[in-house]
């Protein structure tokens, strides 16, 4: 009897704007590896059992998308350092029976952000739009990089406050606040700041920018997490105002994708493969633009969590901040 293939399951609702799976496909086949990466549109009320069927020994764990991030925590028996912190999973593996919750965002992030930064000395202050999935994993690795002051952004100030409450600990030594969104705040905000970080979304982002173009200022550095067009509005107002630095999602996706890869097979998939799939699969003419926190450890569909720009991200969220297809 011929052995099944392994199966991955991308969880999420919906799914079907997911460009992890060719990423992750792609990636099974090029190192040999008998596995099927599957996205499955799951709705709440589904969750707890499609999670409690990954412990079956036919799968190698899943990806988890939006909006399924922290509903997954209570379901799982471990979670590593990165997951407990933000308070969100997006990628599932195995030890025997139990089910072990990462967050690839965060890893992704970092990554991104050193990119970003260059050889420069790294900031101290942050703006983030955004409260969502890729958000959290862009709050907790600025924290960790030292960033003294981090300002919050999002069109439903609860959620961003909620956010601020999660991380009320880890960042005590820190000035961690959310605002109101009003443009004359945060212009204000904007001014006194180096870094500046999208991990909300746009229908459109070709055309739409969650920040008008004239309250950016020159020398930001800008990253924002969508990666689907390779150029959002974001990124060119913010080239127009003189930024120092203005990149998309794709370095937090690569990254993501490659972690959670490694986390299932014990293999590394060589990154520069992996951006020459969402090269091609960004050529295609179906490409859906997607925030990187939103993709697959970071994947949330072009509106993410509410109507932009209120959440997204990175990693599958790429993911989808970032945050986060993964």
Known sequence: ??????????????????????LQQGAFDELGIDARYEPVDVPLISLPETIEELRGDDFLGANISFPHKERVVPMVDRLTEEAQATGAVDTLTREGSRLVGHNTDVIGFRAALDALIGRQKMPKNAVIIGAGGGAR?????????????????NRHLHRAEGLVRHFGRTAS??????????????????????VLINASAVSDPTTESPIPGELLVP???VLDLM???????LLRDAKAAGA????????????????????WTG???????IQQKLDEVRARPAAVATPAEAESPNEEPASTDEAAPTDAAPADEASTAAGADA
């Not at 109101?180 to 180096?194: F, G, Q, R």
């Not at 293999?267 to 493969?273: E, I, Y």
């Open 1 to 22: 009897m011929f052995a099944l293939p392994k199966r991955v399951l991308l969880i999420g609702h919906p799914v079907s704007h997911s460009l992890s799976s060719a």
């Open 137 to 153: 994993a862009a709050v907790y690795a600025l924290i960790t990089a030292g960033f003294q002051r981090v300002i919050v952004f």
């Open 173 to 194: 030594h820190m000035e961690l606040r959310a605002m109101t969104w009003h443009e004359s705040v945060i212009e204000a905000e904007i001014s006194k700041t180096k």
């Open 219 to 221: 020398d930001l550095m």
């Open 227 to 233: 990666y689907q067009p390779a150029e959002t509005k």
């Open 244 to 263: 120092v630095e203005a990149m998309n999602g794709d370095t937090m996706l690569v990254h993501q994708t490659a972690a959670a890869f490694n986390l």
């Open 267 to 273: 293999r590394d998939v060589p990154r520069d493969f």
